[in-house]
């Protein structure tokens, strides 16, 4: 197999508007850190995959298209979810990208993979999992295990050559009140990883099945501070991974493992779900009043979410996600994506799945499965059945209907079990 990997800046000027936040003040105005997009190449000897990561709130599929003729060969390209990037068209059931970012983002994949195909030798492959403990945890419920799945596709050519991490965390540590654009917890991993391991080996970040998963309750603050002492904690435990054994994937050279992918594309029914506005407001009014944090931003949260199916006006702190929608719901078409690179069986999910959506995904006997989220597209918060029994912010906004998330899942898996 002959690997490569490339990039590509994705500059974003003062003034322009800025996602993840409907209130925040205002649009951009400087650069924290610089967004970019991030390209791996796998090349079998006949066939070509390609894996792009923007930093973008989120992928339409008009975006995805454009982005897979550019690079001109199979390509999937996630956003790595960061809130403090460009805004994208990021709406609940998917929509148009606006301009300049749909040709913007297109050429910056276009050049990053040729950079990549351009860069591509014969490398050896090999899987490292484990725990990751205190960056993220479930956002709605206080108290839960800060333990989450990590990943790592470690690429050799002898000595390190680079790696591509999976972490299923929303990249979510700067506030609604920050107006400087930054890759967040991507961009802050990706470089204390850089520095770990060295300019020499590339390093690609990508978020995985992180729709429940988020800093909200192991964060310390919401600064350029704290932003270091996660990427700290998550490049510690990568360099830890890596000095232990892994799972071989694939050997170098073109004749190390075949490439093959496949894609179903499914129509998700529209959500029914209801809710109870009286007693959400009340709830929120309550947990003002307590003076907790924790319980005062829970509760606004689902206001956030009532206030997409045409609900009252909610306090601040808003995701842009829960925009109010309006219309009457309609079926949400996603494509759902898997694809073999040697002993590797990778899947891209759409949207925002939960995270036991993915290890259901994960769970087969046989090749390493890693799973990636905000892929091709951008149904919403694809949340578990359990899920709908709790009124929480993530299946008040979502657009799909109870059970969408297990058809998402046992599709990812039967695309694996035929490649």
């Known amino acids: 197999m002959r690997v490569g990997h490339g990039s590509a800046d994705l500059p974003v000027p003062d003034g322009t508007p800025m996602g993840g936040y409907i209130d925040r003040p205002g649009p951009s105005m400087g650069t924290a850190d610089p967004l970019s997009v991030s390209a791996v190449t796998w090349s079998d000897g006949e066939r070509r995959f390609a894996l792009a990561i923007a930093d973008v709130i989120c992928v339409n599929e008009d975006l995805a298209r454009r982005a897979r003729q550019a690079a001109g060969c199979e390509l999937w390209l996630a956003a790595s979810h960061t809130h403090a990037g460009p805004e994208t068209g990021c709406v609940p059931g998917g929509g148009p990208t606006p301009e300049p970012w749909l040709g913007l983002v297109t050429e910056a994949v276009r050049t990053a993979v040729r950079r990549a195909v351009d860069a591509e030798r014969p490398c050896e492959g090999m899987a490292h999992r484990g725990e990751l403990h205190g960056v993220g945890a479930d956002r709605s419920r206080p108290g839960a295990p800060a333990v989450v799945p990590l ?93 232990g054994q892994g799972t071989p994937l694939w050997r170098a050279g073109s004749t190390g493992g075949r490439i093959s992918w496949a894609t179903r594309r499914l129509t998700l029914e529209p959500a029914t779900t ?67 690179l040697g002993g590797l069986a990778l899947a891209g999910l759409p949207g925002e799945p939960f995270l036991a959506v993915g290890e259901r995904v ?58």
């Open 151 to 243: 990943d790592l596709i470690a690429v050799r050519d002898g000595g390190l050559a680079g790696v591509l991490v999976v972490l299923p965390v929303h990249p979510t540590v700067l506030p609604a009140a920050n107006r400087l654009v930054s890759a967040d917890l991507v961009g802050a991993v990706r470089g204390s990883l850089t520095r770990r391991l060295g300019e020499d080996v590339w390093v690609a970040v990508a978020t995985g099945a992180a729709g429940d998963i988020s800093t909200r309750h192991t964060r310390r603050g919401q600064d350029a501070a704290e932003l270091l002492r996660l990427g700290e904690l998550v490049a510690d435990r990568c360099a830890e991974l890596l000095a």
């Open 362 to 419: 994960a769970d087969r006997p046989g090749a390493p499965t890693v799973v990636l989220g905000y892929v091709n597209g951008y149904p919403g918060y694809l949340p578990t059945a359990a899920a709908y029994r709790r009124a929480e912010y993530e299946v008040l906004v979502s657009q799909v209907a109870q059970g969408s998330a297990e058809l998402v899942a046992e599709t990812a898996r039967n695309l694996l079990e035929d490649l």
């Open 274 to 340: 209801t809710a109870d506005e009286a007693a959400l407001v009340a709830g929120y009014e309550r947990a003002a009043a307590s003076g907790d944090p924790v319980a005062t931003r829970l509760a606004r949260s689902r206001l956030e979410g009532l206030r997409a199916r045409g609900g009252p006006p909610v306090p601040t702190g808003v995701d842009v996600n829960a925009a109010r929608l309006g219309g009457s719901p309609v079926p949400t078409g996603v494509d759902v994506n898997a694809v073999r």
